[in-house]
């Protein structure tokens, strides 16, 4: 402890791994060896170090999934690399890999680092179906960034995904967030009017101000498309309230 004290926490850890093993596990021992890992930047220990913390409830259970999640977005952004980051995400617990916020994180980080799309959404697939099955269980910040995760991938979104997400959206005809990604979905397969009909629909109702103006400024776009300067004008002004 006079090692962390002094902020040694290398010299910390090497005292801590030389006491019997009995003394090592005790509740005191698992919390200085944790402050110890994270303040050497040993960010896999400090993890280890918390979950058996959780397991000895030496924390709240509220207070030991937030100290897990916390290490594990940390390694998340710590991954350079698909393969490492494949590799961190496979050393999670069942229970970590199963948190919404570490799903849609590692998702995100993954299309950071270049991996495969069909990778990506293959993360985020138990969280949209959380979402889709228990619409009012997922956290409304959450379920946003799930939505921006998808529609960054639009691109070369698959022809399951895409029905996915039009089955999503019809058994749940008002959820704004569903319209909203099943019409940026349908614009950018080009079905102009499906996407004018869902988008026109979810407009108006999307609290978040990043997908209204999102929306609006695909509604002006397709307005200009089909040669209605009115319409467009409209949704260009709409657009720009929304900033």
Known sequence: RWSLDDRDADAALERLASLPQGAARRTLALRIKLKAA????HT????????????????????AQSIVRGLA??????AHDPAQLQSTWQSLEASERAMPELAIQAAQ?????????????????????????????LAEHHALKLVQALEAGLHDLDAAWLARIESAQQANPRDT???YLAGMACAQRQL????????????????????????????????????????????????????
């Open 177 to 179: 967030r569903l319209q």
């Open 38 to 41: 994270r303040l050497s930047g």
């Open 73 to 78: 977005t940390e390694l998340i952004h710590n």
């Open 109 to 137: 980080r993954l299309a950071q680092l270049g991996g495969s799309a069909e990778q990506v959404r293959q993360w985020l697939l138990p969280v949209w179906q959380h979402m889709v099955d228990l619409p009012n269980a």
């Open 44 to 63: 896999q220990e400090a993890l280890d170090t918390a979950r058996l913390l959780g397991k000895h409830r030496a924390f709240s259970a509220t207070a």
């Open 192 to 243: 102009w009017g499906k996407a004018q009909q869902l988008l026109a629909q979810a407009a108006p109702q999307l609290r978040d101000d990043r997908l209204r103006r999102n929306a609006w400024r695909k509604l002006a776009t397709l307005a200009e498309q089909r040669g209605d300067a009115q319409a467009a004008s409209q949704a260009w002004k709409n657009a720009a309230l929304a900033d």
